[in-house]
């Protein structure tokens, strides 16, 4: 779920929090075997900038009328015209980059037209403002009030089989709106099996049910096809109460109906779900451990490798102009500004990486900049700025461009704080770096282990390269996974080209920083840890 950061610029410091849920109909088919691929990003232009990416929900294979589980958190200010762009694209690659995929249409809107009208519907424009075929886009808005999740395990037995002997079933899970059924989620696809076990998931009680433990869900299980013409098993309904009611020992289990089978004789059902663990708990906010007492614990690592060039010409990516600026120096301004507010004593480690260091001439793929080991810390993002300033005349850019050692640096930090079993602090890694990473292998290792930790990793792409490597491990719509085969349990990169965002550092910070409230509150909250200081969250006890 995408979520937003820091306060925008000239607004008041409290707003209201509104979820958007997504869909569609009717969209254009750009495919000639198949149908499109529909995929929905979010732009959203802050005053005095350019529009830049707020979040994407995810991809639906085959589809023209796309309902995306994946929400939009967005901070709403009233006094603020905040103007948003909902983009559909038919996703044809696996490159980040849409630009490289087929346009589906658009709806440029403002925040307060979708909550003044709770659900709005509007044709999809072309970019010459045509309307793209008969397409529509549909967007809900429910403000942020209720903060409890459900968590789920759950299982099926006895699926009826949809294809010779097996069926590769999923769940998608509705809740009753005035205007029928709203998709609140969907769980992955088990492969042939009909008596799946899904892993466990979390569904807020906002999308599930409104907050209503007696408001009937409906159920549906399908068969999945790849060209998205899935076959519906069957489907029940229920409450969250009555889910509520199983355990490991004795699940709750319900009958899953196919209403096409209701006339043959003998018919039971087309299989039964069991509700192994149903458990409601309230979910904290970023704010609640932020005003709880936990501290954001921030490092930057700078990459010195030869492929940027003699950083005495121009042409170099670490040549200081006459302004005193670079890429690599916007970059660490632009969020070491915001981020810093979060750490009470603002002192940030600052390494570099892919250098031959002083005094012996060594390759280092993990040296302080201020090469004082003991004490790599820098006062403020201003003492960040001199150290690199001071750094770079020292130094003889080098390679490879090598990741892991910095991840794992940061690991070790962030390893030590979890074991103390308290919400206190999280870690988060700034990379600033300019091309191609030779460690890739160690590096999705790195991040897949560290993706079990409070911590996040922010890479910022700077100078004209290929950063096709770099949006994989920006893995929005799959999880990432290492070479052995281990899954991360959770996103934690954020990946964005300085070059989109030349000249607005506003914009840059915005996305960049998009995803770590949320990277915050859902790890904390997996573990069921609470803020430090209780009683300063919220005034929650």
């Known amino acids: 779920m995408a979520s937003g950061g820091a306060p925008l ?32 990003a979010l732009y959203i232009n802050t005053k005095g900038s350019h529009w830049y990416e707020f979040g994407r929900t995810e991809m639906i294979l085959n589809c023209l009328n796309p309902k995306f589980a994946k929400k939009f958190v967005i901070d709403y200010y009233f006094e603020m015209v905040q103007r948003l762009r909902f983009c559909v694209y038919d996703i044809d690659n696996n490159t980040y980059n849409l630009s490289d995929d087929d346009f589906l249409g658009e709806l440029e809107c403002t925040l307060g037209q979708i909550v003044s009208n709770r659900q709005m519907t509007r044709p999809l424009l072309l970019n010459d403002k045509r309307p793209a075929g008969h397409g529509t886009i549909t967007i809900s808005a429910e403000e942020i009030t209720d903060t409890r999740v459900a968590n789920f395990e759950v299982s099926a037995r006895r699926l009826d089989k949809k294809y010779l002997w097996w069926s590769d079933p999923f769940l998608e899970f509705y809740k009753q709106t005035e205007t029928g059924w709203q998709l609140a989620h969907r769980t992955e696809v088990v492969k042939n099996n009909l008596n799946p076990i899904w892993r466990p998931f979390r569904i807020s009680l906002r999308s599930l049910c409104g907050g209503d433990v007696e408001k009937p869900i409906k159920v549906d299980c399908y068969d999945h096809h790849v060209n998205g013409s899935h076959d519906l098993i069957g489907s029940f309904k229920a409450t969250l109460a009555e889910m509520q009611m199983g355990t ?22 087309s299989g039964v779900i069991c509700f192994k663990h149903c458990q409601v708990l309230k979910e904290y906010t970023f704010l609640d451990y932020i005003m709880g007492g936990c501290q954001i614990n921030f490092t930057i690592a700078i990459d010195f490798t030869g492929s940027n060039g003699d950083p005495s010409t121009p042409q170099s990516l670490h040549y200081i102009n006459p302004e005193g600026y670079n890429e690599y120096l916007a970059a660490i301004w632009a969020v070491g500004n915001v981020i810093q507010d979060y750490d009470s004593n603002k002192m940030f480690p600052v390494f570099g990486f892919g250098a031959k260091i002083p005094p012996s001439g060594q390759l280092s793929h993990e040296f302080p900049i201020n090469f004082n080991p003991a004490n790599p810390f820098c006062a403020g993002i201003e003492g960040v700025v ?19 050692p910095i991840i794992n640096h940061v690991a070790c930090f962030a390893r030590q704080a979890l074991r103390q079993n308290m919400a206190s602090q999280y870690f988060v890694l700034l990379i600033i770096t300019d091309g191609v990473i030779t460690d890739m292998d160690h590096t999705r290792t790195a991040i897949v282990e560290a993706s079990l930790l409070p911590m996040s990793i922010i890479i910022v792409g700077v100078g004209g390269a290929d950063f096709s490597e770099m949006e994989f491990l920006d893995s929005d719509d799959k999880l990432l996974c290492s070479p052995r085969g281990d899954v991360a349990s959770r996103d934690i990169v954020q990946f964005v080209p300085f070059r989109d965002f030349q000249g607005s550092s506003v914009a840059l910070a915005q996305s960049v920083l998009a995803e770590l409230p949320d990277q915050v509150s859902s790890f904390f909250n997996s573990y069921k840890l609470k803020p430090p200081n209780i009683w300063s969250a919220s005034g929650l006890s």
């Open 9 to 40: 610029p000239g607004a008041t410091h409290w707003a209201t929090k509104v979820e958007l849920t997504i869909s569609c109909e009717n969209l254009m088919d750009m495919d000639i075997f198949s149908k499109s691929d529909p995929l929905c």
């Open 248 to 269: 490991h020992i004795y699940p709750a289990e319900f009958e899953c109906v196919n209403p096409k089978k209701l006339k043959k004789k003998n018919y039971k059902n």
């Open 386 to 404: 001199q150290a690199y300033q001071q750094c770079l005349p020292k130094v003889t850019l080098w390679g490879p461009t090598n990741f892991s």
